[in-house]
């Protein structure tokens, strides 16, 4: 490992994008401090260290929130947009069509997610502003039309910047720019989390402590397990004779990967289940006295562990799925093995390859998704082991963990291509 380390270090162009790199991550931890003037920090870091929702949600915004800073949205209206547009590819053929173009494909969505991330900003931020105006906790000052408009053009420009930031990163082939600041945020978030349980936690609780630190690690294993668990399915290519050329007679595989969603299922499931409370948060005050019971009852109801913990299992599980779907065609593949002279032994080409590929996914998506559940709700079996440390269970069990573990991996992945393409350029 070491020696690696000490080879991509050797080679200049690596050592400058990995350094780029950090230098950018640093630029972006900077925005995330600097709050905007007049905001409670404390109150606000409390408001949301009591919101379990609210913390995930700080978490995909790359740790901005709680400090309101003037990048307090953090990556997330870009985060929606990317997933607008996969949806939309669905439904709309023109969209669909683009997407299959290629180079010229993937740049023209990625101007259009920009375009769509400024609105989106807009509207997520007037949604935090009023949010935090309904939590009586004192955290924002009152402002006026001309201050409102003010912070929400801030907090936009800075979602602004981050994309900026994040094009900037990916370019550098290191690792994806909006998901390395996500990991930057998570990560530095732990030291300070680890000392606030370590003045919690006493003696009495050591033993609690020590088998959460085993939980966390066997939790570490198996998202690294499901990131790279794969089923590989048999494909052999008949021989062709081009000319005076023998081609083809190939053997090889085709791998449908466990967990094809990645962690998008559980971000459309936080985007649900984060909807009826923060509804129920605007309207907990309205004058018609139905309306105001209905709204704290349903804040009640989603502040209930089992009701959300089972709630929020299903809904991933099931936009595992769904998104799976989205992503990925069998009948596509199947076609594009028939034109290339392959086939899977045993599977007639055509629609009953595409068939046994919809069959075998259904399969491996079923562990896939139930996994995937199980390490979004992780963080609600942990916290009776470390109580009073909802922010250290939110980062190290569950969708924070899977997070990082993910980035971790595709980087790695990355420089190391990089590295083995010099290699070969030097021969």
């Given at each position: 490992m070491f020696e690696k380390f000490k080879a991509l270090w050797k080679v200049k162009d690596i050592r400058n994008a990995i350094l780029f790199v950090l230098g950018m991550l640093a630029l972006f931890r900077l925005l995330a401090h600097i709050p905007v003037p007049g905001v409670d920090v404390d109150a606000l870091q409390s408001f949301f260290a009591s919101n379990a929702i609210l913390g995930l949600l700080n978490v995909f915004s790359g740790g901005t929130m709680e400090n309101f800073s003037i990048v307090a949205l953090g990556v997330a209206p870009y985060i929606t947009a990317s997933i607008i547009f996969q949806l939309l590819g669905m439904v709309v053929p023109?969209?669909?069509?683009?997407?299959?173009?290629?180079?010229?494909?993937?740049?023209?969505?990625?101007?259009?997610?920009?375009?769509?991330?400024?609105?989106?900003?807009?509207?997520?931020?007037?949604?935090?502003?009023?949010?935090?105006?309904?939590?009586?906790?004192?955290?924002?000052?009152?402002?006026?039309?001309?201050?409102?408009?003010?912070?929400?053009?801030?907090?936009?420009?800075?979602?602004?910047?981050?994309?900026?930031?994040?094009?900037?990163?990916?370019?550098?082939?290191?690792?994806?720019?909006?998901?390395?600041?996500?990991?930057?945020g998570i990560v530095s978030s732990l030291p300070r989390a680890i000392q606030q349980t370590a003045l919690t936690v006493d003696a009495s609780r050591l033993v609690q402590l020590i088998l959460f630190v085993i939980l966390a690690i066997a939790t570490v294993i198996g998202v690294v397990a499901l990131t790279e668990a794969q089923r590989n399915i048999p494909v052999s290519y008949a021989r062709q004779v081009r000319?005076?050329?023998?081609?083809?007679?190939?053997?090889?595989?085709?791998?449908?990967?466990?967990?094809?969603?990645?962690?998008?299922?559980?971000?459309?499931?936080?985007?649900?289940?984060?909807?009826?409370?923060?509804?129920?948060?605007?309207?907990?005050?309205?004058?018609?006295?139905?309306?105001?019971?209905?709204?704290?009852?349903?804040?009640?109801?989603?502040?209930?562990?089992?009701?959300?913990?089972?709630?929020?299992?299903?809904?991933?599980?099931?936009?595992?799925?769904?998104?799976?779907?989205?992503?990925?065609?069998?009948?596509?593949?199947?076609?594009?093995?028939?034109?290339?002279?392959?086939?899977?032994?045993?599977?007639?080409?055509g629609r009953a390859t595409a068939e046994y590929l919809q069959f075998v996914t259904n399969r491996i998506i079923f562990v896939g998704a139930a996994a995937l559940g199980f390490i979004a709700i992780l963080p609600l079996i942990t916290q009776p082991l470390v109580p009073g440390s909802t922010q250290l269970t939110t980062i190290v069990g569950g969708t924070s963990l899977l997070i990082i573990v993910s980035v971790v991996i595709e980087s790695v992945k990355q420089v190391g291509s990089q590295l083995t393409m010099r290699e070969y350029e030097g021969l």
């Open positions: 023109a969209i669909e069509e683009l997407q299959k173009e290629g180079e010229y494909g993937r740049r023209k969505m990625n101007q259009y997610t920009r375009l769509l991330s400024v609105p989106l900003a807009i509207l997520q931020g007037f949604g935090l502003i009023t949010l935090i105006r309904q939590s009586n906790a004192n955290i924002l000052p009152d402002l006026g039309m001309a201050q409102t408009l003010l912070l929400l053009a801030t907090v936009t420009a800075g979602t602004v910047f981050l994309m900026w930031i994040g094009e900037l990163i990916s370019e550098k082939h290191v690792g994806n720019g909006i998901s390395l600041m996500i990991f930057a000319g005076a050329r023998m081609m083809g007679g190939l053997n090889t595989h085709l791998p449908l990967r466990v967990n094809m969603a990645g962690v998008i299922p559980i971000i459309f499931a936080i985007s649900i289940i984060l909807f009826p409370p923060l509804i129920g948060q605007f309207l907990i005050h309205a004058k018609t006295a139905w309306i105001a019971g209905l709204a704290e009852a349903t804040i009640t109801l989603f502040q209930n562990q089992v009701f959300y913990g089972v709630l929020y299992f299903l809904l991933v599980f099931i936009f595992t799925y769904f998104y799976t779907a989205v992503v990925f065609h069998p009948q596509q593949i199947a076609e594009n093995l028939q034109k290339q002279g392959g086939f899977i032994p045993g599977i007639r080409p």
